[in-house]
Each structure stands twice: as C-alpha cells, then as structure tokens.
C-alpha cells in the first residue's frame, strides 16, 4: 500500500492496482486514536504528524481493561491514548500503525498487518 497525501493527510492507495484502499477494506483498519482528550498536548507533536510510523503496545497490566493497546510514536516517547476497546482484543500485537490525519482535536491512525508493505508517502 502507498500513502497518498490529501489535503488533511494521508490516503491509502493500493500498490498492485494503483486503485484507492478504502476506509472498509478488511485488510486494514483506520480508527479514531481513543483517549486523546486526555493526553491532548501529545496530540500536536511532530511526532503524531501524518504519515509518521507509531508504535502499538499491548497493556496486559492496566486495570480498566486487560486488552488495551497504547499508541505511542515510533520511538516510544509520547503516548498520544488507545487503540479503542471493541477493536484491541481483536488484534495479534504484531500489527503496524501509521498516523493518517489530525481531525476534530483526534487523529485517525491506519493499523495493518505486520507483514503489509507500506510504501513512503508520495
């Protein structure tokens, strides 16, 4: 998959076809970044920007929801909130996660599976 740039982010287009991947596609996952009212001075760092890599970290420990999976950017620093509950338990812990777009005081991060290519953003 490439990262297309639109006009408030990144859109994702698949590499074989060149066609575009939509927000529906089963083989990925974008989601809203849940949490973030309450870390919202992580929200704006260059970190978090579009297109930035992120990583996914399982919280097996925390006691609201043994499930939960931390956002934080790629080099572990900043935490920014939560995969949202209904979808953590689904997840392996192997997966990728890039920043799509700021939206709404949120951000919409693209989850895909570990071995997916994600091409540079063009």
């Known amino acids: 998959m490439w990262l297309e740039r639109g006009p408030a982010g990144y859109y994702l287009r698949d590499a074989?076809?060149?066609?575009p991947v939509r927000r529906d596609d089963p083989r990925v996952r974008v989601i809203p970044v849940a949490g973030v009212s309450y870390r919202a001075e992580a929200l704006p760092d260059e970190s978090?920007?579009?297109g930035r890599r992120l990583s996914l970290v399982r919280e097996p420990e925390n006691e609201h929801d043994p499930n939960a999976m931390a956002i934080w950017n790629e080099a572990r620093t900043l935490q920014v909130g939560?995969?949202?509950r209904e979808l953590a338990s689904e997840l392996?812990?192997?997966e990728q996660a890039v920043s799509l777009w700021?939206?709404?005081g949120g951000l919409r991060v693209l989850i895909a599976p570990g071995?997916?290519?994600i091409g540079t953003p063009r």
């Not at 074989?16 to 066609?19: G, K, L, N, V």
Request: proline share 11%.
């Open 82 to 84: 939560y995969v949202p």
């Open 48 to 50: 978090f920007d579009p």
């Open 115 to 117: 071995d997916a290519w």
């Open 92 to 94: 392996h812990g192997d």
């Open 16 to 19: 074989a076809t060149d066609e």
């Open 102 to 104: 700021r939206l709404d």
